[in-house]
C-alpha cells in the first residue's frame, strides 16, 4: 500500500478514534460504538475518498467482504446512532482539513474540502485511464519486439512479401 493512502487512511483512523474515544477501532470487539466507527470509516473512505473495498480491507487488516457486509447495513443498522456519530467525524474531518488549508500557501488556491475530493476521484479516474493507455502499449511493444526477432537482412523481405499483403487484404 502507497505511503499517501496509507497516511490519509491513518487521519481517518485517526479522527474516528477521536471523536469515539477509542483506542482502536479495528480491534476485534464487537460492541455497538465499535461497529459503528468501523462501518463509518469504511462509509467515508469508500464513498467519500473512493478507495476500493479491497485497499480499505488491507488497511483495517479485515476481509474484504467484512467491509462489503458493514458498507452495506450502515444505513439500516444503528441508523440513530451511526447518525450522530457520522457528523460529529465530519465536523472532525473537516476542521482538520481547514486547519490545513489555512497553512500559508504560496502560489496554490484554497479550495474547499469537496471540491478537493471532487479533483481526487477525478485525478484518480485520469490515472486509471492512462493506466489502461499504458497497458495497450504495452501489447503494441510486444507486438514489434517479434517484428524485431526477424533477423535484419529478412525484414525488408517479410515486409514486401508478408506484411504489405495481409495489410492489403485486411484494409
Known amino acids: 500500500m502507497s505511503e499517501p493512502v496509507h497516511r490519509e487512511l491513518l487521519e481517518l483512523k485517526q479522527s474516528i478514534e477521536a471523536v469515539t474515544k477509542i483506542t482502536n477501532i479495528f480491534s476485534d470487539v464487537r460492541r455497538v460504538n465499535y461497529i459503528i466507527a468501523r ?64 497553512k500559508p500557501l504560496q502560489g496554490y488556491e484554497v479550495i ?17 485511464y492512462e493506466k489502461l493507455k499504458i497497458d495497450e502499449y504495452k501489447k503494441q511493444l510486444d507486438n514489434f519486439s517479434l517484428f524485431l526477432e526477424i533477423p535484419k537482412d529478412k525484414q525488408n523481405e517479410f515486409i514486401e512479401t508478408r506484411l504489405k499483403p495481409y495489410l492489403k487484404m485486411n484494409v
Not at 467491509?67 to 473537516?94: C, F, P, W
Not at 474547499?112 to 485520469?126: F, G, M, T
Open 39 to 102: 462501518a463509518i470509516f469504511y462509509d467515508i473512505a469508500f464513498n467519500k475518498f473512493g478507495w476500493s473495498v479491497l485497499s480499505i480491507a488491507q488497511f483495517a487488516n479485515k476481509n474484504h467482504a467484512t467491509v462489503m457486509h458493514a458498507l452495506k447495513n450502515i444505513d439500516s443498522t444503528y441508523a440513530k446512532e451511526r447518525a450522530l456519530m457520522y457528523n460529529k467525524i465530519k465536523i472532525d474531518l473537516e476542521n482538520y482539513y481547514i486547519n490545513l488549508l489555512n
Open 112 to 128: 474547499s474540502l469537496d471540491k478537493s475530493l471532487l479533483k481526487i476521484a477525478e485525478l484518480r479516474q485520469e490515472l486509471a
